[in-house]
């Protein structure tokens, strides 16, 4: 099999650590980023990984920036889906570019990134796609009915996927994280992020290591019996069946 894996948002948090598990389990590893130039500059001096800037948005530029990954370093036989943005706001107040802008970035890439590779993931009988989801996607979330009805989108996204290609030797499967100790959940008010922390069992935020270990065990030989599966990582805060 090939040895290639394409990691969207892959310079700055989940994404930046999905990057170095990958790349630590012997892998070529592509990172995808949208526009911070600054941070793709310094993850790439951090870790040796080459960052591809393109819009994840945008499926015109999803598969001119996969071409040219597989021109860089060969064929694709990894996707994680991790890019994401938020656009809260009540539903009342939100205006249809919040709503388009989360649906766009969030569910609709799944399409863009997905189709560009899927054929030579079939002709060749192996393949293996991840797509982040969140705990909000499994529960949903008070001002953030664009970032949750996507992100529940890209569950049966997975699981529809899952069962076209799984004869095929691909493997579709999909994460979601709940909160994780990342830069953006950082920037949190000290006081909302007391109270998220104290509706987690487990009494902390998780690691974003700790979903990239997910990551690296799905994209393996040993997982090769999983797919169409929903890992829910959240430290206890939502169960669910998937």
């Known amino acids: 099999m090939s040895k290639v894996a394409v990691v969207t ?69 990894i996707v994680v889906n991790n890019a994401g943005i938020t656009r809260d706001s009540m539903l009342h107040k939100m205006e249809f570019e919040q709503w ?8 609709n890439s799944m399409y863009y990134m997905t189709k560009p590779i899927i054929d030579e993931m079939r002709a060749r009988g192996h393949g293996r796609i991840i797509n982040i989801s969140s705990i909000n996607g499994q529960k949903g ?29 691909i493997t579709v499967n999909c994460i979601c994280p709940g909160y994780i100790d990342t830069d953006m959940v950082s920037a949190v008010p000290e006081k909302v992020l007391e109270s998220i922390v104290s509706n987690i069992p487990v009494g902390r935020l998780g690691q974003a290591e700790e979903i990239a270990a997910m ?27 998937g």
């Open 9 to 77: 948002g892959g310079t700055r948090g989940i994404g930046e650590a999905i990057c170095i598990a990958l790349k630590e389990a012997g892998f070529f590893v592509a990172a995808n980023y949208a526009g911070n130039d600054d941070s793709a500059r310094g993850f790439t001096e951090r870790t040796g990984i080459k960052a591809y800037k393109w819009d994840v948005g945008d499926f015109e530029a999803c598969k001119a920036g996969l071409k040219q990954v597989e021109e860089d370093l060969g064929i694709i036989d």
């Open 100 to 107: 388009h802008e989360a649906i766009n970035v969030n569910l």
């Open 141 to 169: 979330q008070m001002g953030q009915t664009n970032y949750s009805a996507a992100k529940a989108g890209v569950i049966g996204f997975t699981k529809a996927l899952a069962q076209e290609v799984a004869r095929k030797g």
């Open 215 to 241: 990551v690296a065990f799905l994209v393996s030989e040993q997982a090769a019996f999983i797919t169409g599966s929903v890992m829910t990582i959240n430290g206890g805060q939502y169960i669910a069946n």
